[in-house]
């Protein structure tokens, strides 16, 4: 059995509002099927944040609908799909029912019952062929309740240990129904044998009174022979050769921040639970899971050689500019699994251009003779104030392929936070963002700060799952 891991595909996001990525995730999604036909692959899984927002376009779902009929087509017998952070489970879950028609699975939230996440994946035959946990993000209100009056220590502690008792559960439900199937296999083989000998009046050589020697001893030796041999020609027909059965591997997902996962700046990852419970240990993971896809962060990562992120296709930010985008293949043929790294191609290139004025002015000009559509971010750090940056980059990349997306002039910010400030926008900023800086403005101390940002994050993620 062979598995595509894949993830936050966040389909729908633009880059700073000011730049439709549609092109580039459709492109992907050609891709993505071309990558399916080639590797012979038998389950594609997506751990979560399949949309930016939980109200996607009609475009978006269009590309989303699109690509998972055509999945088929490649050979691909099963799709495993669960939510994310930024996906709606009410949208995901509503055409459920439709497109397990097609053996797309899809796991928008938690249940209540932990067996609906344990989904057993069948081949060609109808055999099973892997067992899948597909846990999609856990959040709060799905794991635990809040306590009134309870610490932000606490409340991260409780959060913390009611994900790992759901793993604990969904692992212990899987390694039952794998015990299951090898049973039933067991007693398949057990049955399909039979123990036949001929009966023998004693040692042919030896004579005994109730045993005389034959008198023709070579011709006795001959029939014995012989009936043993069409004994053995009935069985060869009767019984069917002992296949080794395949392993059935344990599969889990996840679209959390698990300790080892890698994060760069601007590349929009949220944070998805309230205090210090941040990342969790990666032994919430029970040794059950023969590998573990995860998702949320969007650089492609491992944790450990079976648990990893596969991270996002196309960069989310400048952050990730020189960051190679990958997909990960699984092939379980042998006890051990065999990961392959499939790199995706660069669909449009984005590059952060960070120096003095010299430095900008030489990159710019070497984008601009190569004749590249690039997508630029230009920071000047240089030590001389540069009033008119924007201006000068502008003028530099008029009539070319280079689009100048995002300015930061360091040596040069305004100090009122307005949307028509050149230097640094409200486009740029996402609301924690400007949280941050409205707090800095305001001179809170740090205790009350945090305890502000904690409140203030809870109010966001609340606003979003509602």
């Known amino acids: ?38 590797n012979t692959v038998d389950l594609l899984i997506v751990a979560g944040d399949i949309f930016d927002t939980n109200t996607p376009s009609n475009s978006s779902q269009k590309m989303y609908y699109d690509f998972l009929l055509k999945v088929r087509d490649t050979g691909c017998q099963n799709v495993i799909l669960v939510g994310g952070n930024h996906d709606s489970p009410g949208f995901l ?15 928008g939230n938690a249940s209540e019952n932990p067996e609906d996440e344990v989904i057993v994946v069948r081949d060609k035959e109808d055999n099973p062929s892997a067992i899948v946990c597909a846990v999609p993000f856990l959040r709060e209100r799905d794991v635990s309740r809040f306590t009134e009056g309870e610490s932000y220590s606490d409340r991260s502690k409780r959060i913390a240990e009611n994900i790992r ?23 398949n083989i057990e049955g399909c044998g039979r123990d036949v000998r001929v009966p023998s009046e004693g040692p042919p050589n030896k004579k005994t009174k109730s045993n005389p020697m034959p008198k023709d001893i070579t ?22 050769p002992v296949v080794k059965q395949p392993k059935i591997p344990v599969i889990a997902t996840g679209h959390l921040s698990v300790a080892g996962g890698k994060k760069v700046e601007d590349d929009g990852v949220r944070d998805i639970y309230i205090g210090n419970i941040e990342c969790v240990g990666n032994e919430i993971f029970s040794p059950v899971f023969d590998y573990v896809a995860l998702g949320h962060y969007h650089i492609a990562s491992v944790i450990e050689r079976n648990v990893r992120y596969s991270g996002s296709p196309i960069p ?13 293949i699984v092939d379980f043929a042998e006890d051990i699994p065999e990961i392959t790294t499939i790199e995706i191609p660069v669909f449009q290139k984005i590059e952060s251009i960070r120096g003095d004025k010299s430095y900008i002015h030489n990159r710019l000009d070497e984008l601009i003779k190569s004749g590249s559509s690039v997508w630029v971010e230009i920071i000047y750090d240089g030590e001389d104030v540069f009033p008119d940056l924007t201006s000068y ?20 910010q305004d100090e009122v936070l307005t949307q028509n400030d050149n230097t640094q926008s409200l486009d740029d900023l996402d609301k924690f963002e400007v949280f941050d800086i409205l707090l800095e403005k305001n001179n809170i101390s740090t205790e009350r700060k945090e305890e502000l940002k904690n409140l203030y994050q809870e109010i966001a993620i609340l606003a979003e799952s509602s």
């Open 316 to 328: 989310m930010g400048f952050g990730e500019a020189n960051k190679k985008k990958s997909v990960f």
């Open 93 to 107: 879950n509503a055409p459920k029912e439709i497109l397990a028609a097609i053996n797309v699975c899809v796991i």
């Open 165 to 187: 008792k759901h793993y604990e559960k969904v692992a212990e439900i899987a390694d039952n129904s794998k015990r299951g199937f090898q049973a039933n296999e067991e007693m």
């Open 1 to 38: 059995m062979k598995l595509l891991h894949t993830s936050d595909w966040h389909l729908g996001r633009s880059l700073y509002s000011k730049k439709d990525r549609q092109e580039e995730q459709a492109a992907f999604l050609n891709w993505l099927l071309t990558a399916l036909k080639a």
């Open 393 to 412: 980059v502008n003028e530099m990349v008029a009539q070319t392929k280079i689009d100048i997306i995002k300015i930061q002039n360091r040596q040069y």
């Open 219 to 240: 011709r006795s030796l001959f029939f014995e022979t012989e009936i043993q041999e069409t004994i053995r020609d009935v069985d060869n027909q009767m019984i069917p």
